[in-house]
């Protein structure tokens, strides 16, 4: 069962302002990554469960989490139906991300009163997600989309929370237009957690490029 409640996952993204994307199906390095993350000042990382497997590996770092690093909150990426949602939550996904709006995994989620964050690439998706309780909009591929975009629904619609993810990078420029348009947080992959760290084994690396990249998401707000 997940430990940290929605509206706690959501106060987490929102004064974080980044969730780390991640997947890799060698337990030993998902742990050193994550550790990385959370040194870095990370509290969130979302594994993008799209191996075979997966679920095995999820239910040991987030043990993992649980035991070695306090407040650190995990959840699950890449879900694309209600029962995959189910099986993540029963073995401690604290939020679900989908690529896109899917009405049977809000369902579950609701029911569970867990964050669900689906991809959406419309205002009228949107609108749909919210009437369904979504709490946080994920816009996927945000590289499609870019923050003109997020701008433009947050005119009309101030109330709407929107997670970027893809064509998010760590440069200042990147994210300050981001947030400028009005974002409540980024979901940052290979732009952050790179090949070349993952092959070259550099955590160190990844620890202070998520503190780097925090510090400039905190510079950019104030």
């Known amino acids: 069962m997940a430990q940290y409640s929605r509206l706690e ?35 969130l990382l979302e594994f993008t469960a799209r191996g075979d497997y997966a679920f095995e590996v999820f239910a040991e770092l987030n043990k993992y989490a649980l035991k070695q690093l306090p407040g650190m909150i995990l959840g699950v990426g890449s879900i694309t139906d209600g029962p995959a949602a189910s099986l993540f939550m029963q073995i401690g996904a604290n939020f679900i991300v989908t690529p896109s709006l899917r009405e049977d995994i809000a369902i579950i989620c609701n029911r569970r009163k867990v964050l669900w964050s689906p991809g959406c690439g419309s205002l009228t998706e949107i609108n749909r997600a919210e009437e369904l309780g979504c709490e946080l909009v994920k816009l996927f591929p945000g590289s499609t989309y870019g923050p003109g975009f997020v701008k433009a629904i947050k005119g009309p619609q101030p109330w709407t929370s929107i997670m970027p993810t893809g064509g998010v990078s760590t440069e200042e420029d990147n994210l300050k237009a981001w947030f400028d348009a009005g974002v409540t947080c980024v979901g940052m992959g290979s732009k952050l957690i790179s090949k070349d760290i993952l092959v070259n084994k550099d955590f160190e690396l990844l620890e202070q490029l998520v503190g780097k990249t925090l510090e400039t998401i905190k510079s950019i707000r104030n």
């Open 9 to 43: 996952v959501i106060a987490m993204m929102k004064e974080t302002g980044m969730v780390p994307l991640f997947y890799h199906p060698d337990l030993e390095l998902g742990k050193k990554v994550l550790k990385a993350c959370y040194d870095g000042g990370a509290r």
